[in-house]
């Protein structure tokens, strides 16, 4: 009797619109089963293996270094041999010209540079993450810790990877961007569904799919973690998959993404314009954001899940939409709108033009619906400004 080939199993999120879908479970034993030559970049955060009990600062406490049992060393051969694994096994997924981006710090990144030599990867630059404002080093005996390394290569020596060089240039200034990038952690809206203690912040993650990818593109992140690539993937229209052990972890980032979903569709199917958060990335690679980008209209809307932050970080919509906004400007309308997102349908059931949340409430009963139909409810203000 022939064996019949092993299959992924179902997926715990699966975006068949959007081709976004993330699995439970071991990369090693979820890599094999991903067809061979099929993805075009890959981002992994792998296990640092730095989790020994040691302590660090964080908000000015001292606490323990340790972020879970996958982060524990098994020691410095069985590590190494680890990353080959997997490196090996992403390799092998890659197409022709496709690349990889691996992130760490010395506990690992020292192992996943040789690992990817000896595998015959194509190193093409080795970024350092600068974090403004680290964590002071408790001990006082080392330098205090604040980069990170991102290693970038291509599957192999004939490898032709895509670098969009002119969007980088443009992104910087006008001037070619260094290989040193100072962005922020993660701030309060991207942890806003809860925590994971190495995520990475969702403007790294635009910058390093903007530069090298294209829309559409198949994006892999074999760690996923909280979901920041499948994340930024979305956001900027390309497809992904995501691989992650931990339940803890997986449910972060189905609310991560439900919530971007929900944005999307309200932005789509209920307003005539974009809004700001599914076209515009975060990253802003540090300048002064004081004039519109060309080609976007002269308005601008917010979105608030109830009790939630924007999703740029700014505390109120008006403040971002002011920000982007010329002095001769003229603020023609403002209108406050409350969106009822539908427990089973997870799409628009109800909106109205409201003066404030029990309003809206009061609004959404008369039209014939109980409270518990809506799953959570956005609140939207828009400005419109004459040109
Ligand atoms: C460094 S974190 C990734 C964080 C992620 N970049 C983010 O922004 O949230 C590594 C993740 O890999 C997961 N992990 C560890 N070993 C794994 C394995 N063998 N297969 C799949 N996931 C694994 C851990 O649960 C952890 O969430």
Redesign the pocket.
């Known amino acids: 009797m022939t064996k019949s080939p092993i299959k992924l199993p179902t997926p715990v999120f699966n975006d068949e619109k959007r081709h976004i879908r993330l699995y439970q479970g ?3 034993d979820l890599l094999p089963l991903l067809p061979e030559s099929s993805v075009d970049l890959i981002f992994a ?4 293996f730095l989790s020994n009990n040691g302590i660090t600062c964080h908000a000015g406490k001292m606490v323990s270094v340790n972020k ?1 049992d ?1 982060d524990i060393s098994r020691g410095p051969e069985a590590n190494h041999e680890f990353n080959r694994s997997w490196l090996a096994a992403c390799q092998r997924v890659l197409k022709s010209n496709g690349s990889i981006w691996v992130s760490g710090t010395a506990h690992v990144i020292h192992s996943v540079g040789f690992a990817m030599q000896q595998l015959g990867f194509k190193l093409l630059n080795d970024i350092s993450w600068v974090k403004p404002n680290p964590p002071p080093n408790l001990s006082c005996r080392y330098f205090t810790h604040a980069t990170e390394t991102i290693i970038w290569a291509a599957r192999d020596k004939k490898s032709r990877h895509t670098f969009n060089y002119k969007l980088m240039k443009e992104f910087n200034r006008g001037k070619q961007m260094k290989s040193v990038w100072e962005i922020k952690p993660p701030e309060a809206w991207e942890k806003r569904f809860g925590k ?1 203690p ?3 912040p969702v403007a790294l993650l635009e910058r390093i799919l903007l530069a090298s990818s294209h829309e559409g593109a198949l994006v892999l992140d ?7 690539t499948l994340l930024a993937a979305l956001r900027l229209r390309r497809t992904a998959v995501g ?4 339940h803890e ?1 997986l449910a972060v980032t189905l609310q991560r993404l439900t919530d971007t979903l929900v944005r999307i569709q309200i932005s789509f199917s209920t307003l005539h314009f974009s809004l700001d958060l599914f076209s515009d990335p975060v990253d802003r690679s540090d300048r002064t954001w004081n004039g519109r980008p060309s080609g976007r209209p002269a308005c601008s809307s917010g979105l608030q899940a109830r009790g939630l932050s924007q999703p740029n970080g700014d505390a109120s919509p008006n403040a971002n939409a002011h920000s982007y906004m010329s002095p001769d400007l003229k603020l023609v309308q403002t209108e406050l709108r409350f969106y009822f997102i539908g427990r089973q349908s997870l799409s628009v059931i109800f909106s109205a033009p409201a003066s404030s949340l029990e309003d809206a409430l009061h609004q959404f009963r008369l039209s014939g619906h109980s409270q518990s139909d809506a799953l959570f409810i956005i609140k939207s203000e828009t400005s419109i400004f004459l040109a």
């Open positions: 071991d990369s090693l955060d792998p296990p640092y879970g996958w994971h190495t995520q990475k074999p760690f996923s973690g909280s979901g920041t691989l992650e052990l931990s972890f």
